[in-house]
Structure formats: structure tokens, C-alpha cells
């Protein structure tokens, strides 16, 4: 498939608050004007996805760039500072709505009203749905003295892997009993198993609920399942 591209001159713009709005896929020309001037420039992503920013920097300076997810700032979630130059990239998994891109130069010296600076943020969406499996309870049918080990399940049945950490909860009659760390994400289809041990319960019905990504940190296709 062909795309049309375009390039423009944009207007600079000094704060995150007032960054320039782009299209994604689009090369922009910009200008770093004088010594300490910082361009912000702003993508709205339709999804979930990667977001890739790419700048290609004039050969006689060096221009640094940092992303962020909103105009409150907190760390970035991306950096990269190249040499003189060279071009600047950076990738991240993002959620859908406004992306931010912070362009300045490396020192004092580092800007110019005549040589400009092109930016281009592109996106891909991803495809995550996580779901619970079933419940293996041992022994298999526990008495009021039994010491007993749950083994549940969570499964990644999209074709993207996950990148990010998230959290999975065992509750039993409403009760947290054990939080599962998924600190390097989930591989696409495949299953992973998370244990808790030593339950002591009194005679009756408990009920089981496996609570996938609890604290809401994974935007997925289905959020149904």
C-alpha cells in the first residue's frame, strides 16, 4: 500500500500545554530558533499501540528529544540524546489519547533559525486479551483440616506480547489471598500459573475468583473477557 506524506514549517511552541498538534505518519519541519528554545509537539493516538517519534537533527547541531504520556510530566517514558547530527528515535508502548514530544538542544549553543529539524510520529495498534483459566485445588477435595495449594491461570490469547508489568489477584470468598507479578509482561499465547499455598479455610462453600490484570494497567482488545 502507498500513503501520501507532506512536509510543512510549523509554528514553535515553548510549553506542553501548548504543543503543537501533528498527524501521525507526517514529516514536520521545525526550527530550535535561539539558545534555550524547547519545541513540544503532540500526537492523538486512536488505541492502544506503539508509538514510534522519529527527528532527523541538522548536521552542525545536536538536538536531544524526551516523550511523555501527559503535560504533568513526572519522568519521561522515553529519552534519547544521540550525538551531533544524528537522528533521534524513540519507541513506546502508549494508550490511546495525546501523546507528548519534547525537542531542545543538547547545549547553549545547540540551535538555528535557518536549519531546521524534521519530526514524524507513526503508530501501530496492538492486539492484547488477557483471560483467567481454571482453578486447580489440591488436595482435591479439601476438609476443614487440609492445608491447600490454588493454582490459577492467566493467558495472554492475543498476538502481541506485553511488555508491561501487571498484576493478577486470587480472592477466595472476597478475601485477597495471593497477588501474582507478572514484571516482564506476558508473551503472546501463552499461559502462565501463579500458586498460593498453605490456605487453611473453615467447612463450606468458598467461592474462587481470579481477578486478571487488577489494576487496570493493560488496555486490551476485549476488556469483556
Do not use: M
Not at 509554528?11 to 507526517?26: I, M, P, R, V, Y
Not at 548536521?59 to 516523550?67: A, L, N
Not at 547545549?107 to 486479551?129: H, L, M, P, R
Not at 485445588?137 to 483440616?145: A, D, H, M, Q
Amino acid at each position: 500500500a502507498e500513503a501520501n506524506s507532506s512536509e510543512i514549517k510549523i509554528q514553535d511552541d515553548n510549553t506542553c500545554f501548548g504543543a503543537n498538534s501533528l498527524s501521525l505518519g507526517l514529516w514536520y519541519y521545525a526550527y530550535i530558533d535561539y539558545s534555550g528554545d524547547v519545541d513540544w509537539h503532540k500526537w492523538d493516538l486512536p488505541s492502544s499501540g506503539k508509538f514510534t517519534v522519529n527527528v532527523n537533527v541538522p548536521s552542525t547541531r545536536d538536538y536531544d528529544i524526551k516523550v511523555y504520556t501527559n503535560c504533568f510530566f513526572g519522568s519521561p517514558v522515553c529519552t534519547s540524546a544521540n550525538g551531533r547530527g544524528d537522528s533521534e528515535a524513540c519507541t513506546v508502548d502508549a494508550n490511546s489519547g495525546n501523546i507528548y514530544t519534547k525537542v531542545f538542544g543538547y547545549t547553549s549553543s545547540d540551535y538555528s533559525s535557518t536549519a531546521s529539524y524534521s519530526i514524524k510520529g507513526t503508530f501501530a495498534s496492538i492486539n492484547y486479551n488477557l483471560v483467567p483459566g481454571d482453578f486447580t485445588i489440591t488436595p482435591s477435595s479439601p476438609s476443614n483440616t487440609d492445608s491447600i495449594t490454588v493454582r490459577y491461570r492467566t493467558t495472554n490469547l492475543g498476538p502481541d506480547h506485553i511488555t508491561s508489568r501487571f498484576y493478577s489477584r486470587l480472592y477466595i470468598s472476597n478475601s485477597l489471598y495471593s497477588t501474582c507479578d507478572f514484571s516482564s509482561g506476558a508473551q503472546a499465547s501463552t499461559t502462565y500459573y501463579c500458586e498460593a499455598s498453605s490456605i487453611k479455610l473453615p467447612a463450606g462453600t468458598h467461592r474462587l475468583k481470579n481477578i486478571v490484570d487488577a489494576d487496570n494497567q493493560i488496555s486490551e482488545t476485549n476488556e469483556n473477557d
